[in-house]
């Protein structure tokens, strides 16, 4: 039976708030001591990835009180309850199966006779078959031209997961031979955004999917009728240049105005979408479908280590752990992803959604309020551009800001230049190693201006090269990450209530229907 | 005489202090009493621009005591010095002159018999004459075919600036005839951001900026090394393809490797730099000389506002001391930049270098420790993307951060399709203001999961339309909000020791002469 508890109420989290200065990285990291730690402290993941925690606050006592926290908060059986079909989101009473999309770590889950991982994977086949046809010239535009370019509309994790995920294999697919479309994203319901996208492409050998859940999503079908419009004025007919990605009872779904609609459900959170046909769609529209199973296959992999007990050898729930300790512990109020690589420069901000909705909560998964800090601010660009811009605040500001870098042997594109007898990547990697150990030790130095105090706590996902398969660890590994985060907080991490508002109230303006402020400010903006 | 005071030593901090709880958004933006704080909270900036603040938690009290704190720590006096040609630069003993390139406020500047003021005008008015002769068709490539585009290869302020003042106004320079160039940016070290950039673009007809001011970036001199063997192998003459932007005692300068070099000097800093020729090269290629000097008369223009000793007619000091009292006595460790405005997509990631990199220090201009928080973690991402990312943890999360918002009534291409009743740009501003008044008032619910607290902060910019002078107003109003509050906190905001440890470490891995961590980590990493 599992027990839902509060953090503050689990005995090992009170034996953690006592290991509060138990290790000080400055010394720890310093010598060959950080050598053994460095060999010491590191978990493998999927995909060829390992998980190094070296640079990290932690030493066995506190990784063994971590433990001690996994077990009394029951963290593995909540995921298994999680992937066997619980409703764990207890706001809407929903169950949450987005590790289904990729893989079966479970009892089958059958919702009104239903086998879900069946009905996920008859999408993503669905997906292959249209957009093989697409690729081979059987789907083609009204002239029969084969199409060049698809786009993608929608917002949120509609749009954040998919288009990350798409920078993040562009050239990786360009150099292996299987770049099939270019893929563009329309997301803001600024009209600047769409027609900007607009003017850049070929629309007439332009495939659009528009991917929205309910079918209602404002932003989208406004997005909608403004691609509508553009195709009209080129004579061009909608419905011979859009597929929809909705939930099977939404009102896109068997509707004439789509050449074809591919289905998630309610149990795929928006956030957590990216493996399900929201990602799959133009995912295998770019790629080819080939690419996108073998994305999924990382993300599986890397499910199945969630499962593991032993957190040591669970990179998600060590790095979740570790970072509650850092956030109710060690009192760090936000998080920077730097990953060293350019093709991840749009991860951050789809982290930004994933962490900071999924967790951004005051109340329990009872509705009750919590007496602890819950999910940190989430923020990053790829480095070395980070540092050059932000990272002087992390090394010498008043505030402490734990550091999450991703790093890789190799680049994507292997093409390269050697200056001052090193290339790019050697240099992209040894920037990487600087940083991480001139955060964890410091530097004296006489002159206070170039003093550094070290003790700046930082993890590395490193791996040979971001592949299809490593990225969809990196993926799970953070979707599974907040997960266990969530249940740490004793949250429900998979509603998002707090964007209700401002909905209703940007209704309210649009009525014209409003006094006091809101009517105030409608009249500075023109509204 | 000036003095130079540490924060906590001032009466007026202590004062500040006192008013912790003074204001209660929720029941002063409540009613018809919030439409009379919107009308009365409000100050005008340049380019037709109104920066407005009832949604902060401040009162006449609250404004009263940051116009002592002003007096006290004579913010304006301390601006005059800078413009004046003080060096305010303690740590690196450098004149702090970034003004001067868009307009004179003070006494002539001159140094080695060098009027600054004229010398940054002669640079302009050089990238005039060669920026025309590139769009007439005088300066060509190897064919005698005009240049199509422009790549700026640049880090960190040679980067992040120009990049997002140039999105900022490329729609509107399509929109307006003016649109003469296309431009790139190549910034990373690593390989595949370069490799991509330059699959994506017409080498034979590109001309690219190399933008260093000392001439040995480490980063940018890699990346030229890259373009030059990209031109090279399309047997092009890299010395007809590029410019430098540079300083005048660098190794680029005077330098036949390149067509032409402009130069900035010392005293102007990288994060402070789009108004001078690194950013006025890009900028003048791509939109026309003309359109570069109506964003450096908007920032001009704001730079004179600044001068106001009255705090209520000062828009960025005023916005600094409201940060000041939210960072230091409200206890808010981060701010959030939300532009409901796609154009600005990049403009939160140039904040993030001008404002951490200005303020993120631990000691005083004079090098002692300091006793208080300095500044924030800045972050953020366009609305209304990030309604539907990170606004359930700013709504509901358990830490308040305070948001800055900006809008337009207007948008740039003025495209748009009307949809039930309302066009995207009535949306796109019905959402900003719901959103202000939604994180000031909160909402009551029985159901916890759908109640919320209400009293988060925001101010919000706004204007017609984001045109050249709109945006030069916008950078002056952060630079100077984040020069006030470098002041406030006695700091030495235009060095960035904290960036040296790093480069002197991955040098170290590079050579290979290292030992402990820093040679396990670049096993790891395979170096």
């Known amino acids: 039976m599992i027990k839902y508890t509060n953090m503050d109420e689990l005995k090992a989290f009170n034996a953690l708030k006592a290991l509060k200065d138990e290790v000080v990285l400055k010394d720890v990291m310093a010598g060959e001591k950080g050598a053994e730690r460095v060999e010491k402290y590191k978990v493998s993941m999927s995909g060829g990835l390992l998980f190094s925690y070296a640079a990290k606050q932690v030493d066995d006592k506190v990784i063994d009180t971590l433990q001690a926290f996994a077990d009394e908060a029951m963290l593995t059986d909540k995921y298994a309850a999680l992937y066997n079909g619980e409703i764990v989101n207890t706001g809407e009473r929903r169950r949450v199966l987005h590790q289904l999309t990729r893989g079966q770590l479970g009892e089958d889950v059958v919702i009104d006779g239903v086998n879900k991982r069946e009905f996920y994977v008859s999408q993503q086949n669905r997906i292959k078959e249209f957009a093989d046809k697409v690729h081979n010239g059987e789907i083609v535009n009204e002239k029969g031209e084969k199409f060049t370019t698809a786009v993608q509309i929608g917002i949120g994790g509609s749009d954040l997961g998919p288009r990350a995920m798409y920078i993040a294999l562009e050239n990786w697919a360009k150099k292996n031979?299987?770049?099939?479309?270019?893929?563009?994203?329309?997301?803001?319901?600024?009209?600047?955004?769409?027609?900007?996208?607009?003017?850049?492409?070929?629309?007439?050998?332009?495939?659009?999917?528009?991917?929205?859940?309910?079918?209602?999503?404002?932003?989208?079908?406004?997005?909608?009728?403004?691609?509508?419009?553009?195709?009209?004025?080129?004579?061009?007919?909608?419905?011979?240049?859009?597929?929809?990605?909705?939930?099977?009872?939404?009102?896109?779904?068997?509707?004439?105005?789509?050449?074809?609609?591919?289905?998630?459900?309610?149990?795929?959170?928006?956030?957590?979408?990216?493996?399900?046909?929201?990602?799959?769609?133009?995912?295998?529209?770019?790629?080819?479908?080939?690419?996108?199973?073998?994305?999924?296959?990382?993300?599986?992999?890397?499910?199945?280590?969630?499962?593991?007990?032993?957190?040591?050898?669970?990179?998600?729930?060590?790095?979740?752990?570790?970072?509650?300790?850092?956030?109710?512990?060690?009192?760090?109020?936000?998080?920077?992803?730097?990953?060293?690589?350019?093709?991840?420069?749009?991860?951050?901000?789809?982290?930004?959604?994933?962490?900071?909705?999924?967790?951004?909560?005051?109340?329990?998964?009872?509705?009750?309020?919590?007496?602890?800090?819950?999910?940190?601010?989430?923020?990053?660009?790829?480095?070395?551009?980070?540092?050059?811009?932000?990272?002087?605040?992390?090394?010498?500001?008043?505030?402490?800001?734990?550091?999450?870098?991703?790093?890789?042997?190799?680049?994507?594109?292997?093409?390269?230049?050697?200056?001052?007898?090193?290339?790019?990547?050697?240099?992209?990697?040894?920037?990487?190693?600087?940083?991480?150990?001139?955060?964890?030790?410091?530097?004296?130095?006489?002159?206070?201006?170039?003093?550094?105090?070290?003790?700046?706590?930082?993890?590395?996902?490193?791996?040979?090269?971001?592949?299809?398969?490593?990225?969809g660890a990196i993926l799970a590994h953070f979707e599974n990450k907040v997960m266990f985060q969530g249940f740490a907080w004793n949250l429900n991490s998979f509603d998002q209530e707090g964007v209700q508002l401002g909905k209703v109230l940007a209704k309210k303006v649009l009525s014209g229907n409003t006094f006091g402020a809101l009517k105030a400010y409608s009249y500075l903006l023109g509204i």
């Open 177 to 471: 031979g299987c770049f099939k479309m270019e893929a563009k994203f329309i997301s803001n319901v600024d009209p600047d955004d769409a027609a900007g996208v607009l003017k850049g492409i070929d629309v007439a050998h332009s495939i659009f999917i528009l991917v929205s859940k309910s079918g209602t999503t404002l932003e989208t079908l406004t997005n909608e009728s403004f691609v509508k419009d553009a195709l009209k004025k080129q004579e061009l007919d909608p419905s011979k240049h859009m597929i929809a990605v909705t939930s099977a009872t939404s009102p896109l779904a068997g509707n004439s105005d789509y050449l074809d609609a591919f289905f998630m459900d309610d149990f795929i959170g928006g956030r957590y979408s990216s493996t399900s046909s929201v990602g799959g769609a133009i995912l295998s529209l770019a790629f080819g479908p080939d690419i996108f199973a073998r994305f999924l296959n990382g993300a599986a992999e890397e499910d199945k280590l969630s499962k593991n007990t032993d957190i040591r050898k669970n990179p998600a729930m060590l790095d979740a752990l570790i970072g509650v300790y850092e956030r109710n512990v060690l009192d760090m109020a936000t998080t920077a992803v730097l990953p060293y690589s350019q093709a991840l420069s749009r991860f951050p901000a789809h982290l930004q959604q994933l962490d900071m909705e999924s967790n951004g909560k005051s109340v329990n998964r009872e509705g009750k309020p919590v007496s602890y800090k819950t999910g940190p601010v989430i923020f990053g660009e790829p480095g070395t551009n980070g540092q050059h811009s932000f990272y002087q605040l992390l090394h010498q500001g008043t505030d402490i800001i734990p550091l999450q870098f991703i790093g890789f042997k190799d680049s994507q594109l292997e093409t390269d230049v050697n200056i001052e007898d090193s290339t790019s990547q050697q240099k992209l990697k040894a920037n990487v190693v600087a940083q991480i150990v001139a955060f964890a030790l410091g530097m004296d130095n006489d002159n206070p201006n170039k003093y550094f105090e070290g003790n700046r706590p930082s993890s590395i996902i490193l791996g040979d090269k971001l592949t299809p398969e490593a990225l």
